[in-house]
C-alpha cells in the first residue's frame, strides 16, 4: 500500500483546509484510515480515524468540532477537512493505513502504512 498526502498549505487562523490521501496498491475499502500529525519538537499525536465502511470516525478532543474525516471508497481516497484553524495547528499531517482493524485506533503503532507527510501551517 502506499499513501500520498496532499492538500496542507499556509492559512491565516479562522480559516480553512482540506487534506487529502491517495491510496494505491491493496483493497483500499478493507482497512481503517488515520491521520496524525507532528508539530516541531513534539511527538507525532492522534488526529482522527475512521473505519473502513467510514460508518465510524474517532476525534482527538483538540480537534473535535472543528476537523471531519471522511473518505470515498471508489476514489481510494481519505480526507482530513479542517476548518476554524488555530495557529496550535501546525504540524506535518500523516495519513495512515490499518488492514487489521476494521475501526482505527488512536495509536500510532496499529498503523501500517504511513504516507510522507503535508505541512500545515496556520498564522495568527
Known amino acids: 500500500v502506499q499513501l500520498q498526502a496532499s492538500g496542507g498549505g499556509l492559512v491565516q487562523a479562522g480559516g480553512s483546509l482540506r487534506l487529502s490521501c491517495a491510496a494505491s496498491?491493496?483493497?483500499?475499502?478493507?482497512?481503517?484510515m488515520g491521520w496524525f500529525r507532528q508539530a516541531p519538537g513534539k511527538e507525532r499525536e492522534f488526529v482522527a480515524a475512521?473505519?473502513?465502511?467510514?460508518?465510524?470516525?474517532y476525534y482527538a478532543d483538540s480537534v473535535k468540532g472543528r476537523f471531519t474525516i471522511s473518505r470515498d471508497n471508489a476514489k481510494n481516497t481519505v480526507y482530513l477537512q479542517m476548518n476554524s484553524l488555530k495557529p496550535e495547528d501546525t504540524a506535518v499531517y500523516y495519513c495512515a493505513a490499518d488492514d487489521n482493524r476494521p475501526y482505527g485506533s488512536s495509536s500510532e503503532g496499529e498503523y501500517d502504512y504511513w504516507g510522507q507527510g503535508t505541512q500545515v501551517t496556520v498564522s495568527s
Open positions: 496498491g491493496r483493497t483500499f475499502s478493507s482497512y481503517a
Open positions: 475512521i473505519s473502513w465502511s467510514g460508518g465510524s470516525t
